[in-house]
């Protein structure tokens, strides 16, 4: 019995989710382009996919990759998957969708060994690992199975911008802060590469390690909640607030008990 | 049986998983919350990972028999490893439904942790049969190495929550600092083994 009042009890908000999304999304597409890269990054708000992150921010160009290889995946996962969304089953919809990712990452994986095998080495493991990369199967779930094809196709663009603009922010401290300058590699020829190095003998070796990295996340991710939060009033901020405003309750709840007891 | 120790430490501490090996952050910053939830996790992990990871070595071999290896590992592992997860959560909650209460809600997030697909695409490499110490031990020390670490920085983040922290850097973002911290110790043990 129980199990059935639950399922009349959800669906009525299963279906009404996606209407709501149309209506927001269908008065204003750029508001579904932007939401990845500020509101909604996936990084730096919403905290997906950080897998990557850490290891594809040791530098410029090795972030650079990443976002190609993460744009390249999810703007044809979206559009593949917002395609059938009518013809697949529901019950098996996540096998689906990560077979279809898993494809996508092993044409781009064997692609970069091809083309970019500096690169491919340096990221090793991590551009197969693009296949349970939250970012993407929670894209298609939550956003390419419910709407039309270009909505689908700007959320995947916006939200594959904003994650690489945060792997370039964090990147761009960490290589400067790392190696006291910044060296661009052609990703396809070794051969050529331009470096500014002038800060050398100052340079931290271990921000270009995961030390440095951990840390330097933690803090771009403060500052970025910060930033939100004083120049962007009202509805962008939302989430970060959200979730804050959660813990500091929880917290004043915890405090509450804690006083009870004692 | 001196290798299977030290390949059991190794991939348990000195390259840790989360700490060295940057996997898994995802459920590892969002699961961490409470140390119960985090337990939960380290456990249905372990499972996960051990079975995966000695399936896939073994699909390994047959996928270099068919000559199909280089392009549908990723595919078939990711494969094994949501069927894997499928099937576990009906067994659990079929025979052990007392298990699956606590279980039940972390199985479907372990498809998308990236500690499980990492392991096996790490113990699929392995081209000899005479590896099997490593990899069992590998199989069990990535697992156990995450389980260790999610629980002690549970235990951090339930001071964090209480602690006057700015209130920007609140949740995940001190608790990014807190990983660094934690990945410095990992890090001067790596010359250990």
């Known amino acids: 019995m129980k199990n059935q009042v639950e399922k009349v009890q959800n669906t009525p908000e ?14 204003d597409r750029k508001k579904v382009f932007l939401a990845g890269i500020i509101k909604d990054n996936p990084v730096l708000v919403m905290l997906l996919g950080l897998c990557p992150v850490i290891p594809a921010t040791t ?39 990560i077979v279809i990712i898993a494809s996508l990452v092993t044409v781009i994986d064997l692609l970069l060994q091809a083309y970019a095998p500096d690169v491919s080495n340096s990221l090793g493991v991590f551009i197969p690992l693009i296949t349970v990369n939250c970012i993407i199967l929670g894209r298609a779930e939550a956003f390419a199975s419910k709407n039309s094809v270009l909505d689908s196709l700007l959320d995947a663009l ?37 470096s500014w190095l002038p800060l050398k003998d100052l340079a931290l070796p271990v921000m270009v390690q995961g030390i440095g990295g951990f840390l330097t996340f933690g803090i771009i991710v403060g500052l970025f909640a910060w930033i939100t939060k ?10 970060t607030l959200k979730s804050q405003y959660s813990t500091l309750k929880e917290i004043e709840a915890c405090r509450k008990e804690g006083k009870e007891t004692k | 049986m001196v290798a299977f120790y030290t390949a059991l430490l190794s991939s348990m501490i000195v390259s840790n998983s989360v700490l060295a090996g940057y996997k898994g952050l995802c459920s590892y910053l969002g699961i961490s919350k409470k140390s119960s939830s985090a337990f ?35 595919i078939v592992s990711i494969l094994v490893i949501s069927s894997l997860v499928q099937f576990t959560e009906l067994v659990i909650k079929k025979f052990f439904p007392s298990l699956y209460k606590t279980l039940g809600i972390y199985l479907p997030l372990i498809t998308t942790n990236c500690v499980v697909l990492g392991l096996a695409l790490q113990v699929g490499a392995y081209t000899d049969a005479s590896s099997f110490p490593e990899v069992l031990a590998t199989v069990l020390g990535v697992p156990l190495g995450y389980f260790i670490v999610i629980m002690l920085f549970s235990c951090i983040q339930e001071r964090l929550e209480t602690s006057n922290t700015k209130y920007n850097f609140k949740g995940a973002a001190i608790g990014l600092v807190a990983t660094a911290i934690m990945a410095i110790a990992v890090y001067g043990l790596g010359g250990v083994i």
């Not at chain 1, 299963?14 to 008065?27: D, R």
């Not at chain 1, 603009?165 to 070794?190: D, H, K, Q, W, Y």
């Not at chain 2, 995966?52 to 028999?65: H, P």
């Open chain 1, 59 to 97: 530098s410029i160009i090795n972030a650079l990759m990443m976002f190609i290889a993460v744009l390249f995946v999810l703007v044809c996962s979206n559009l593949i998957i917002s395609l059938i969304k009518g013809i697949v089953p529901k019950e098996i919809r996540i096998p689906v969708y």
């Open chain 1, 230 to 239: 004083s120049k962007v009033p009202g509805k962008n901020s939302d989430t």
């Open chain 2, 40 to 74: 939960g996790m380290g456990v249905a992990l372990t499972f996960v990972c051990f079975f995966s990871g000695l399936i896939c070595w073994g699909l390994g071999f047959l996928l270099r028999e068919l000559e199909i290896y280089d392009f549908m590992f990723t």
């Open chain 1, 14 to 27: 299963n279906v009404a989710q996606p209407e709501k999304n149309v209506e927001k999304k269908g008065h």
């Open chain 1, 158 to 194: 916006g939200m594959s911008i904003g994650f690489g603009l945060a792997c370039l922010v964090i990147a761009i401290f960490r290589e400067f802060l790392g190696t006291g300058g910044f060296t661009l590699t052609n990703p396809f020829n070794s051969d050529q590469s331009v």
